[in-house]
Nanobody, 119 residues
Framework: QVQLVESGGGLVQAGGSLRLSCVAS????????MGWYRRTPGNQRELVAI???????DYADSVLGRFTISRDNRKNTVYLQMNSLRPEDTGVYYCNARGRGFPANFEEWGQGTLVTVSS
């Protein structure tokens, strides 16, 4: 079993910054992708940013140039640095991890952390 624990959400003014962290623990043999999704008011959950083990990344167009994803493979930790935040970035941010565990492959989600950007 694999668990994800997120931290770093909160309230920030527009133009400000926040850094989210997510630590994965448990029966992990190999971690493949780690990433961040969000659910904004009135919308479905959407991809924000994702990173493969080799460092390849993919971002939502709306966050390009403002958000940066990074990870520490030794610690099974993924980060999301969010700069120039906008009110439309407000939502619940979820960590996602996919990989190979014991005894099977896994895909797990964190509990979510709330990000509120005031105008």
């Amino acid at each position: 079993q694999v668990q994800l624990v997120e931290s770093g959400g909160g309230l920030v003014q527009a133009g400000g910054s926040l850094r989210l962290s997510c630590v994965a623990s448990g029966s992990i043999a190999y971690m493949n992708t780690m990433g961040w999704y969000r659910r904004t008011p009135g919308n479905q959950r959407e991809l924000v940013a994702i990173m493969g083990t080799g460092g390849s990344t993919d971002y939502a167009d709306s966050v390009l140039g403002r958000f940066t994803i990074s990870r520490d493979n030794r610690k099974n930790t993924v980060y999301l640095q969010m700069n120039s935040l906008r009110p439309e970035d407000t939502g619940v941010y979820y960590c996602n991890a996919r990989g190979r565990g014991f005894p099977a492959n896994f895909e797990e989600w964190g509990q979510g952390t709330l990000v509120t950007v005031s105008s």
